[in-house]
């Protein structure tokens, strides 16, 4: 169902930098959509933690930064923490008429 | 305080209707640039999309669920209520309700209800 494809799950060691990628597609963020990172700790909603390709929402630690090129964003978390360890959605949009809202397949950060 | 609250059943029979009700409170649903749209998270998988409702009542659908799903809204009691027909025991879920508004810049999905799980099952 998802039309953004993410690397089911990435680790690193406390302090270390792990990235995730999310690929998609000419109709989506290749489209010039923005994209959107949320954050979900396990049995809890999701929160959002970049909006608009880049920025952060108040609150939100600058360990956490994120980039878009072409038909792909990432996620980069620096200096990881134990607390950091969850689940990660990017988010966009799609023109084509299978929807409008489209998410990526998640990807669970592990800290080692 | 932006709160969003989901509400319904947790249990429904297959082929049934399933009706839930989000209740919104810290910002009016006719406030021009307001949506609420659902998202729905089936057990140890991705997140779905499923329809939005904005400000001046439209509407927008997954079109893989379209012919089963209907949302709405009643400004005044501060709700938006998303129904879907037909339940199958694959659309037992955890269905979020979230905010999103309409603005420049995008700011996303900025605020969620906390989820209700529905199951399907006979």
């Known amino acids: 169902q998802s039309v953004l494809t993410q690397p089911p799950s990435v680790s690193g060691a406390p302090g270390q930098r792990v990235t995730i990628s999310c690929t998609g597609s000419s109709s989506n963020i290749g489209a010039g959509y923005d994209v959107h990172w949320y954050q979900q700790f396990p049995g809890t909603a999701p929160k959002l933690l970049i909006f608009g390709n880049i920025n952060r929402p108040s609150g939100v630690p600058d360990r956490f930064s994120a980039s878009k090129s072409g038909t792909s964003a990432s996620l980069a978390i620096t200096g990881l923490l134990a607390e950091d360890e969850a689940d990660y959605y990017c988010?966009?949009?799609?023109?084509?008429?299978?929807?409008?809202?489209?998410f990526g397949t998640g990807t669970k950060v592990t800290v080692l | 305080q932006v709160t969003l609250r989901e509400s319904g059943p947790a249990l429904v029979k297959p082929t049934q209707t399933l009706t839930l009700t989000c209740t919104v409170s810290?910002?009016?649903?006719?406030?021009?640039?307001?949506?609420v749209t659902w998202i729905r998270q089936p057990p140890g998988k991705a997140l779905e999309w499923l329809a939005l409702?904005?400000?001046?009542?439209?509407?927008y659908y997954n079109i893989s669920l379209k012919t089963r799903l209907t949302i709405s809204k009643d400004a005044s009691k501060n709700q938006v209520v998303l129904t879907l027909t037909n339940m199958d025991p694959v659309d037992t879920a955890t269905y979020y309700c979230?905010?999103?508004?309409?603005?420049?810049?995008?700011?996303?999905?900025?605020?969620w209800g906390q989820g209700t799980t529905v199951t399907v099952s006979s």
């Open positions: 988010q966009s949009y799609d023109r084509r008429l299978s929807g409008l809202y489209v």
């Open positions: 979230a905010r999103r508004r309409i603005t420049v810049p995008d700011y996303g999905m900025d605020a």
């Open positions: 810290g910002f009016s649903l006719s406030t021009s640039g307001m949506c």
């Open positions: 409702i904005d400000w001046d009542d439209g509407k």
